[in-house]
Structures are given as structure tokens and as C-alpha cells.
């Protein structure tokens, strides 16, 4: 997975988390002030920098589960969204590339 903000490719469902988590967990900072007023501005710019990051990540998830990075508006419905982290991807190639590799095999090979 060398450059995450590329549409095309696929990313299995452990690989989603780990590009999505940071996004949400900024959300939540923000939404509920867990941190002081002075962080807020960072915060609010870590939060803004991940925004494409995520996109991506659910853009790629969608093609790794066979259907059109469009579907990945299905993260706006809340808890629907699960949807992308726990289906199951095709375990073969299909129109968007071929299956992603495991995250150790990554670690292995240097992509």
C-alpha cells in the first residue's frame, strides 16, 4: 500500500480500520470536547487532514467488497457504515484489482 490517497486498489477490512480510525476518533475529540480549548485549532486541522485519508480508505473498501467507490456514501447513515468493516472482500481479483494482501505480508514485502 504505498500511496494511500490513490483511488484505485482495494483494502481489506483490517486495513479500512486502521486508514479510518484516525478520522473517527478526531470526530469524537471534536464533537465532544474531550480536549482543552487550546487544542481545538489542532484538532480541528489534524481532523481536516485525515478527512481525504478516510475518503480513500472507504473509496478502496468498496471496491475490495466488488461495488462503486459511490457506495462508500453509505458511511454518512450512522451505524450502517459497520457495514464496510465487517462484510467480508472477495477473496479474489475483480474489477478494481486483485485481492489485498494480509497485513503481515505487507510488513514482509515493503508495500
Known amino acids: 500500500m504505498r ?8 483494502l481489506s477490512g483490517r486495513q479500512f480500520v486502521l486508514w479510518y ?7 469524537l475529540v471534536l ?9 481545538d ?3 480541528g486541522l489534524l ?7 478516510a475518503v480513500v480508505a472507504a473509496v478502496r473498501r468498496c471496491h475490495d467488497l ?3 467507490g459511490w457506495f462508500a456514501l453509505i458511511t454518512l447513515i450512522p ?9 467480508e ?3 479474489d481479483a475483480n474489477k478494481y484489482g486483485p485481492a489485498p494482501q494480509p497485513l503481515w505480508a505487507q510488513a514482509h514485502t515493503g508495500q
Not at 500511496?3 to 482495494?10: A, D, E, P, S, W
Not at 480510525?21 to 470526530?27: A, E, H, K
Not at 465532544?32 to 487544542?39: D, E, G, Q, R, T
Open 41 to 43: 485549532g489542532i484538532i
Open 21 to 27: 480510525l484516525p478520522t473517527v476518533l478526531l470526530g
Open 79 to 87: 451505524l450502517v457504515g459497520w457495514y464496510l468493516v465487517f462484510k
Open 3 to 10: 500511496n494511500i490517497l490513490t483511488l484505485k486498489g482495494r
Open 66 to 68: 466488488g461495488h462503486s
Open 47 to 53: 481532523y481536516l487532514i485525515s478527512l481525504p485519508v
Open 89 to 91: 472482500g472477495n477473496p
Open 31 to 39: 464533537k465532544f470536547n474531550l480536549v482543552a480549548s487550546p487544542w
